[in-house]
């Protein structure tokens, strides 16, 4: 398996836009994870799928974050509008249950909202 | 509420010293816990775990200790490398939830 697979790796947009993050977890993986990673804050859990169903959203900052999962291998995290304070990394992790195992983690979304 | 403090927040090393990173976890059902490495640019790696029937855990360089007593828990490196110098990621994990609760990480940084 290629690992979890984030896309687009970078991206630049401006104040106002909608931005869509999106993440493809490892086959066979039944929890997902959405992070936001910052100098200030650290490792921030956004949001949890467990078998494509959102269980918490409570660290999703406001209602301009959005999350869905569609189906097993796939996920999108968008934010409308965004603003200059959403810039960050963002990270998507699966895991092959709830707890107790290894969360494996993509290579990250860097947005610069300018 | 659940809480996972890592000290120290950077560390810098020369080459073939030892590097120890501590964490202290709030959470008595925490049975898991892992270490992840994050290299600049990169998603945090898997790099070594212990669960909570085990106290002490080595691959190679690395071992991690484990004290659910003091609810403590460390990472030693030994025989350092440049390629070490990352930023290491504690965290803690419970069976039947779904969070892993994180440190704030520690930069350390391996002098040639």
């Known amino acids: 398996d290629a690992g979890v697979i984030q896309s687009p790796r970078h991206e630049v947009t401006e104040m106002g836009q909608e931005v869509t993050l999106r993440c493809k977890p490892i086959?066979?993986?039944?929890?997902l994870f959405w992070y936001r990673q910052t100098m200030m804050r650290g490792l921030e859990l956004l949001i949890y799928?467990?078998?494509?169903?959102?269980?918490?959203d409570s660290g999703m900052p406001e209602d301009r974050f959005s999350a869905k999962m569609p189906n097993a291998s796939f996920s999108t995290l968008k934010i409308q509008p965004s603003e200059p304070r959403d810039s960050a990394v963002y990270f998507c992790?699966?895991?092959?249950?709830?707890?107790?195992?290894?969360?494996?983690f993509g290579q990250g979304t860097r947005l610069t909202v300018v | 509420g659940e809480n996972v403090e890592q000290h120290p927040s950077t560390l810098s090393v020369q080459e073939g010293d030892s590097a120890v990173i501590k964490c202290t976890y709030s959470d008595s059902a925490s049975n898991y816990f892992p270490w992840y490495k994050q290299e600049l640019g990169k998603g945090p790696q898997l790099i070594i775990d212990?669960?909570?029937?085990?106290g002490e855990k080595k691959d190679q360089r690395i071992a991690v200790t484990l004290n659910k007593t003091a609810k403590h828990f460390s990472l030693h490196i030994t025989e350092t490398q440049p390629e070490d110098s990352a930023v290491y990621f504690c965290?803690?994990?419970?069976?039947?939830?779904?969070?892993?609760?994180f440190g704030t990480g520690t930069r350390l940084k391996v002098l040639a």
């Open positions: 086959s066979g993986h039944n929890s």
């Open positions: 992790a699966s895991s092959l249950r709830q707890g107790g195992t290894e969360a494996f």
């Open positions: 965290a803690a994990s419970s069976e039947g939830t779904y969070k892993y609760i």
């Open positions: 212990i669960r909570s029937n085990v």
């Open positions: 799928f467990n078998n494509n169903v959102p269980i918490d």
